[in-house]
């Protein structure tokens, strides 16, 4: 996975979510986040949350199985509302050539529907395809680096944030937070 690395991306780019991806974005959830999970693969991403007192509201993955677990399988594109208060998901990172989708179509859909946060590649907001979502993106959590597949050898080797899109809410300049750690 990534641009840095030899390793063939998986099918549906389905990537288990690692709880150190997440640690950055408990300071900007609220106590008892109640979100839907359109992206959720095996439920890391939701057990980590969960873990951390927020809940998950709804799930579905667009394989539906995944290694074992049932998901409904619907794609985040067919959804229609929010059984939460947000999104919050790991997505399918842009694949070369696409313009930036299937994420930033996936942003723009869903955002009209909630705020939603996604984990992706740093580098997002650096390409032009960035345009079509920057005016929904009011902040961005760097993660910095992370290990997307646990028994590869060496460290991560993508920069990764969180970036929370929602075309509601306050004019201005994007927020930014820096890694803390």
Same mark, same amino acid.
């Given at each position: +996975? ?74 985040? +594109? ?7 208060? +947000? ?95």
């Amino acid at each position: +996975m990534g641009k840095r690395s030899s390793f063939k991306r998986r099918e549906s780019d389905f990537y288990p979510t690692p709880i150190e991806a997440v640690l950055p974005l408990l300071n900007h959830l609220s106590i008892n986040t109640k979100y839907q999970e359109p992206c959720c693969g095996e439920l890391d991403l939701c057990d980590h949350l969960d873990y951390f007192g927020h809940s998950c509201e709804g799930i579905s993955d667009i394989k539906g199985s995944v290694a074992g677990f049932y998901a409904p399988p619907v794609n985040a +594109m067919d959804i229609t509302s929010c059984a939460g208060e +947000m999104f919050i998901t790991n997505p399918p990172w842009p694949a070369v050539g696409q313009h930036g989708d299937p994420t930033i179509a996936m942003a723009l859909h869903l955002s009209d529907i909630a705020p939603t946060w996604f984990l992706l590649n740093a580098d997002v907001m650096h390409n032009k395809y960035f345009s079509k979502v920057a005016d929904r993106c009011r902040r961005i959590v760097s993660v910095g680096r992370v290990k997307w597949i646990s028994d590869s050898p060496g460290p991560g080797k993508e920069n990764c944030a969180w970036f929370l899109f929602d075309p509601t809410g306050a004019d201005g300049p994007i927020e930014f937070y820096p890694r803390l750690a």
